[in-house]
């Protein structure tokens, strides 16, 4: 990758239903279609409750962009009727994404303000059952952790892709979810010898802004800042 200071951005938009048919027709080809950037995924979500298709959210389509400069998303703002686009700083990100180390290799430390988590797995076909029976007391637990302003889960595809957003107050409480809460670290203890994922990547960014509605985020009344 290029020295160029690197830009993330996230944007999250909300479409009617009559327009998710348009959406999709858009999806195969929408990264393809930008230009200048180092790297690009256009994602499905859900709710983050579970995963596989009864957890998608059709009207709820996402973009994430590695640049090095502001990239415009041409056509995709016409469809949507809310939109949100989180400004991010990468802190640290190990593993890879389509065989890519998308946000170069880092370990900047910074522990005020907002911080945004990204994980992403293809998983093991024949691993698939035993991750997703997993999943549920994970759910659950994250739903009421402190400090949590907003999550959903996104994806490159309905099974077998699958991956969380979730953004919170600050890095001491998304670590404290992440290392102390027991059904979290259930599950992280678990994993090498589970073997889940053909492909991983767990990534924590600061966020720098954000724009537009954050209801599209799914985010917390609670915790409106």
Known sequence: ??????????????????????????????????????????????????????????????????????????????????????????????GTWSGRAPFGTVTAARSDGMVLALTRARLRPTRALTFWRAIPPVAREIAAAPGLLARFGMGEAPIGWQGTVSVWRDAADLTAFAYRQPEHRAVIARTPAARWYAEELFARFAVDGITGDRAVLGWLEEGQI
């Open 1 to 94: 990758m290029s020295d160029m200071p690197m830009l993330v951005t996230l944007h999250v938009w909300r479409v009617p239903r009559p327009k998710i048919g348009a959406v999709m027709l858009r999806m195969p080809l929408a990264g393809r279609r930008l230009r200048g950037v180092r790297f690009a995924k256009f994602l499905g979500t859900g709710t983050g409750v579970g995963f596989g298709p009864r957890d998608a959210d059709l009207t709820r389509w996402a973009a994430l962009v590695v640049s090095d400069k502001k990239i415009e998303i041409p056509g995709w703002d016409r469809l949507a009727t809310a939109k949100a686009t989180v400004d991010l700083t990468p802190l640290t990100s190990r």
